[in-house]
């Protein structure tokens, strides 16, 4: 089956640091990736979307200059937060879509878990 | 815009007793709709599917999900749960890109 790896699992970084996160589609190709934050017991929340070889489209109220989405291949997408402050402590999970289904399935990575101190 | 009700914050079974997870809907047309499982600290997992065709549909785990139009409603169900199904329940709706909804804790007592 399509699998999604990420990397981290998790990260401590200090206040004003920035960090990367890594997304990769193991055995396939994604020309869409996508980042959601989750909070504490709380649902899924779409951050971006991330298109190979163009910019990222970001939800609204996601400060594009924070956290910075790169698409540069069919298999790897990175999520830097720039500047992290303890209000980014999150867990963060991507997603991609296999381009050779078709269809709308996302698969999704085991999640990055940030703690900025 | 799309959205989706999980109105059960949490849910608490006795093992092998049966299970239904509901889910509600909003969008204009015949959404895709999704349930998916996710473990503490974990991703999620894809339990089952509904693109179109057969309105009951299996996934793993022995879960099955009814998709009805009218109540603009799908349900996850389960006849016997098992302590390793304690668990965050999502129900998601895809319109090229993916609608959550607030998950249900599943609770599993011996």
């Known amino acids: 089956g399509a699998v999604v790896s990420q990397h981290p699992s998790r990260v401590i970084c200090k206040s004003g640091t920035s960090v990367k996160i890594e997304c990769r589609s193991l055995d396939f190709q994604a020309t869409t990736m996508f980042w959601y934050r989750q909070f504490p017991k709380k649902s899924l929340m779409l951050m971006a979307t991330?298109?190979?070889?163009?910019?990222?489209?970001?939800e609204q109220g996601v400060e594009k200059d924070k956290f910075l989405i790169n698409h540069a291949s069919l298999t790897l997408s990175t999520l830097t937060v720039t500047s992290a402050h303890p209000e980014d402590s999150s867990f963060y999970i991507c997603s991609a879509r296999d381009l050779g289904t078709g269809t709308y399935e996302q698969y999704f990575g085991p999640g990055t878990r940030l703690t900025v101190t | 815009a799309q959205s989706v009700t999980q109105p059960d914050i949490h849910i608490t079974v006795s093992e092998g007793a049966s299970l239904e997870l509901r889910c509600n809907y909003s969008?204009?047309?015949?959404?895709?709709l999704f349930w998916y499982v996710q473990s503490p600290g974990q991703g999620l997992q894809l339990l089952l599917k509904?693109?179109?065709?057969?309105?009951l549909v299996q996934g793993i785990k022995g879960f099955e999900a009814e998709f009805k139009r009218s109540q603009s409603s799908f349900n996850l169900r389960k006849p016997s749960v098992h302590w390793s199904d304690a668990a965050v329940y999502f129900c998601?709706?895809?319109?090229?890109?993916?609608?959550f909804g607030t998950g249900t804790r599943l609770t599993i007592i011996p």
């Open positions: 998601a709706v895809d319109n090229e890109k993916l609608t």
């Open positions: 969008y204009g047309a015949t959404p895709y």
């Open positions: 509904y693109f179109s065709g057969d309105t």
């Open positions: 991330s298109n190979e070889g163009s910019k990222a489209t970001y």
